[in-house]
């Protein structure tokens, strides 16, 4: 049972343009979400978070929404540039744990 | 950011064989580390939660007799996995979590990564 989907194993952007990630979750008990980029034979590393009591986080380039009746976030990342190219990994947890569930991951890729 | 380190960052070893994966958290100390695994074009699959001092916490599905797990410090966990089979063969990443210069970390810190190929 994958509590948090990302339905689209891949995404190419033209540099300089939106990308937009998706992630649905279906736990209601989740109350904080994460998104990792990750590189190849690398870890993830951290990028965005958001709380369930807010709708909209923003760090630079990156903005993640979140849409708690419909059980979805988005990031998204503008503008995109080739460095961004990498897989994004959704994330959430749930009553303040560490636990973290992961989606399946979106490979984006960025075009010069 | 926090640094997390992992060794070895590549192993091969033959079925039967046990392996020994360490994470090393370097500039900050880990309270609590975590373990994943993630296979080709899947997600990070958490295997066990460990905390300094006492036993690891493992997922469903998870078996604790093969996948040892030791975190006998506030800056070192290892990963053994023991009879290796190539079943076992995967990603296994580990992340850290702790006080990062007096502030509390609220996101996980991931390791680079240990690919583990058993033949």
Not at chain 1, 5 to 22: A, M, T
Not at chain 1, 86 to 104: E, L, N, P
Not at chain 2, 15 to 36: H, N, P
Not at chain 2, 72 to 100: K, N, Q, R, W
Request: charged residues 20%; aromatic residues 12%; contains cysteine.
């Amino acid at each position: 049972d994958q509590q948090v989907k990302q339905n689209s194993p891949s995404l190419s952007v033209q540099e300089g343009r939106i990308s937009i990630l998706n992630c649905d979750y279906t736990n209601s008990m989740f109350d904080y979400f994460l998104w990792y980029k990750k590189y190849p034979a690398e870890g993830p590393t951290f990028l965005i978070s958001i709380s369930s009591i807010k709708d909209k986080n923003e760090d630079g380039r990156f903005t993640v929404f979140l849409n708690k009746s419909a059980k979805h976030l988005s990031l998204h990342i503008v503008p995109s540039q080739p460095g961004d190219s990498a897989v994004y990994f959704c994330a959430a947890s749930a009553g303040g744990t560490y636990k973290y569930i992961f989606g399946t991951g979106t490979r984006l890729k960025v075009l010069a | 950011g926090a640094v997390v380190s992992q060794h070895p960052s590549r192993v091969i070893c033959k079925s039967g064989t046990s392996v020994k994966i360490e994470c090393r958290s370097l500039d900050f100390q880990a309270t609590t580390m975590f373990w994943y695994r993630q296979f080709p074009k899947q997600s990070l699959m958490l295997m066990a939660t460990s905390n300094e001092g006492s036993k690891a916490t493992y997922e469903q599905g998870v078996e604790k007799d093969k996948f040892l797990i030791n975190h006998a410090s506030l800056t070192l966990s290892t990963l053994t996995v023991t009879s290796a089979h190539p079943e076992d063969s995967s990603f296994y990443i580990c992340s850290a979590l702790g006080e990062l210069f007096s502030r509390i970390t609220d996101t996980q810190y991931f390791g680079p990564g240990t690919r583990l190929t058993v033949l």
